[in-house]
């Protein structure tokens, strides 16, 4: 059992190191092409968008959300017909005083006013609607493996991306690099969680050492990347083959020379059987 275990380790570790080995090789060999990552970066960044001031003193619901739309550049959506089934209505006021704010902020603090609305993001968009009318959003939502150019998605090899409960996983091969993202699902959600005081925004983490790197970001971004050199992941999965393959060698060696593969004692006088390990002969002539 432990043997097949082993060998199963061996097979995998192989099949990783000729993966890594073609990415690595591509990186170099292709033309330098546009860094890859979450596909929720954008939005992701827009919200941590510091904003100096938002003053609003009875204006309408429709046109701050034009404003805030305008002044962050992230287009902001709205199912107006989810909003009034609940009393919220394009023209329901605002009174909003902020000033030195994130977008996420600030959308969240307004839209406080007129609960239930809340915001989810949709690719690079901001959408605006009730918990009921999106109930399921998250968990039925298509993951892209690719990157956002204008409104369409395009596929690309160098991204493996997916999500689990809370979190979007991204894997993506830079130029020589294997980087690895945890992102919010959602990266709106961070901005309208409860939390008596406030979320405090914490510090970042940040490591380097040899091509290898770790980066914290805490509130709002909630995000974690960890850079490894493709280089590092070659020869550390191709340590388990190339000891299988040199021992594999060694036996060869040993049993044309008339030793026992197992332990190298000369069998010239006993090839029947090996008198220092008692490997028997049938054992032995396994290579």
Same mark, same amino acid.
């Given at each position: 059992?432990?043997?097949?275990?082993?060998?199963?380790?061996?097979?995998?570790?192989?099949?990783?190191?000729? =993966?890594? +080995?073609?990415?690595? $090789?591509?990186?170099? %060999?292709? @033309?330098?092409?546009? *860094?890859?990552? &979450?596909?929720?970066? #954008?939005?992701?960044?827009?919200?941590?968008?510091?904003?100096?001031?938002?003053?609003?003193?009875?204006?309408?619901?429709?046109?701050?959300?034009?404003?805030?739309?305008?002044?962050?550049?992230?287009?902001?959506?709205?199912?107006?017909?989810?909003?009034?089934?609940?009393?919220?209505?394009?023209?329901?006021?605002?009174?909003? =005083?902020? +000033?030195?704010?994130? $977008?996420?902020?600030? %959308?969240? @603090?307004?839209?406080? *006013?007129?609960? &239930?609305?809340?915001? #989810?993001?949709?690719?690079?968009?901001?959408?605006?609607?009730?918990?009921?009318?999106?109930?399921?959003?998250?968990?039925?939502?298509?993951?892209?493996?690719?990157?956002?150019?204008?409104?369409?998605?395009?596929?690309?090899?160098?991204?493996?991306?997916?999500?689990?409960?809370?979190?979007?996983?991204?894997?993506?091969?830079?130029?020589?690099?294997?980087?690895?993202?945890?992102?919010?699902?959602?990266?709106?959600?961070?901005?309208?969680? &409860?939390?008596?005081?406030?979320?405090?925004?914490?510090?970042?983490?940040?490591?380097?050492?040899?091509?290898?790197?770790?980066?914290?970001?805490?509130?709002?971004?909630?995000?974690?990347?960890?850079?490894?050199?493709?280089?590092?992941?070659?020869?550390?999965?191709?340590?388990?083959?190339?000891?299988?393959?040199?021992?594999?060698?060694?036996?060869?060696?040993?049993?044309?020379?008339?030793?026992?593969?197992?332990?190298?004692?000369?069998?010239?006088?006993?090839?029947?059987?090996?008198?220092?390990?008692?490997?028997?002969?049938?054992?032995?002539?396994?290579?």
């Amino acid at each position: 059992m432990k043997r097949r275990l082993l060998n199963l380790l061996i097979v995998a570790s192989l099949l990783l190191c000729m =993966a890594a +080995s073609a990415m690595w $090789l591509a990186g170099v %060999l292709r @033309a330098p092409q546009a *860094a890859v990552g &979450p596909t929720n970066a #954008v939005i992701q960044s827009q919200l941590a968008r510091p904003l100096p001031v938002l003053r609003f003193d009875g204006v309408s619901l429709r046109d701050v959300l034009e404003f805030m739309k305008d002044v962050s550049g992230c287009p902001v959506e709205v199912d107006w017909p989810a909003l009034a089934a609940v009393g919220v209505t394009s023209g329901s006021p605002v009174n909003v =005083a902020l +000033s030195n704010v994130r $977008l996420g902020d600030g %959308l969240a @603090a307004l839209l406080q *006013a007129h609960k &239930p609305a809340i915001f #989810v993001s949709r690719g690079n968009a901001i959408f605006v609607s009730t918990p009921a009318a999106m109930d399921g959003y998250l968990r039925s939502q298509s993951v892209p493996t690719g990157r956002e150019e204008g409104n369409v998605t395009v596929a690309d090899w160098r991204v493996l991306e997916w999500v689990l409960g809370s979190n979007r996983w991204t894997i993506a091969t830079n130029r020589g690099l294997v980087q690895v993202w945890r992102n919010p699902a959602d990266p709106a959600a961070a901005y309208q969680r &409860p939390a008596p005081g406030g979320i405090p925004s914490g510090t970042p983490v940040a490591f380097a050492f040899a091509g290898m790197a770790l980066e914290r970001s805490p509130f709002p971004l909630l995000s974690l990347r960890i850079d490894l050199p493709l280089w590092i992941v070659v020869a550390s999965t191709a340590v388990l083959p190339l000891v299988r393959v040199a021992r594999w060698c060694g036996r060869i060696r040993r049993k044309r020379a008339g030793l026992c593969p197992s332990c190298g004692y000369d069998l010239r006088a006993t090839p029947d059987l090996c008198p220092e390990c008692g490997t028997p002969a049938a054992v032995s002539n396994v290579v």
